[in-house]
Nanobody, 115 residues
């Protein structure tokens, strides 16, 4: 069973930046796409963005131009660089590694953006 672990959440002021990291423990992430999802209290979970095995990225309209996803296969990791943060970006952020038809979810990391 693959396990993914996020880190890097915290409290930041509006307009600030934050970087989230996610690591896969079994070292097989090279062959699979990653995703970032988020869920704010009282709201549905939403897909923030994704990155394919060849580095192609897609983003939700709400974060385009502000968030960047990258991956480092040598470290079995992916990253979410967030800039120009807004209070509405506050949520629990989840890392997902998709292996075949199975999504392996992290435990989530909290991001809070103060106004």
């Amino acid at each position: 069973q693959e396990r993914v672990v996020e880190s890097g959440g915290g409290l930041v002021q509006a307009g600030g930046s934050l970087r989230l990291s996610c690591t896969a423990t079994r070292g097989i992430s090279t062959w699979f796409p990653w995703e970032w999802h988020r869920q704010a209290p009282g709201k549905q979970r939403e897909l923030v963005g994704s990155i394919t095995t060849n580095g192609r990225t897609n983003y939700a309209d709400s974060v385009k131009g502000r968030f960047t996803i990258s991956r480092d296969d040598a470290k079995n990791a992916q990253y979410l660089e967030m800039s120009s943060l807004k209070p509405e970006d506050s949520a629990t952020y989840y890392c997902v590694l998709q292996i075949g038809s199975v999504r392996h979810w992290g435990q989530g990391t909290q991001v809070t953006v103060s106004s």
